[in-house]
């Protein structure tokens, strides 16, 4: 039975979610943030890249990989970013 892989999603400026889809990237964020669910549309959600994931290049500071940080996330919740 296939299990669904958290992914890591950036919401417009605010941050990266850990999330199943980007529907869902978007209801994690405006939890946190306390927004209604309008306040993103699906255009404004990326993929975080293998790039990003893996390197240095990630625009937030992490101790470790974007990916690590990830692995660590077992449902879908923010990761990091700006509030």
Not at 14 to 22: K, L
Not at 46 to 74: H, I, M
Request: charged share 25%; net charge negative; proline share 7%.
């Amino acid at each position: 039975m296939p299990t669904e892989t958290l992914k890591a999603y950036q919401v417009g400026e605010s941050g990266i979610v850990a999330a199943y889809t980007p529907d869902g990237a978007i209801k994690v964020i405006c939890e946190y943030n306390g927004f209604p669910e309008d306040e993103y549309s699906l255009d404004e959600v990326v993929l975080v890249s293998d790039f990003v994931l893996d390197g240095d290049s990630s625009p937030f500071a992490l101790e470790r990989s974007l990916r690590q940080t990830l692995s660590d996330f077992r449902e879908p919740a923010y990761v990091c970013g700006c509030p």
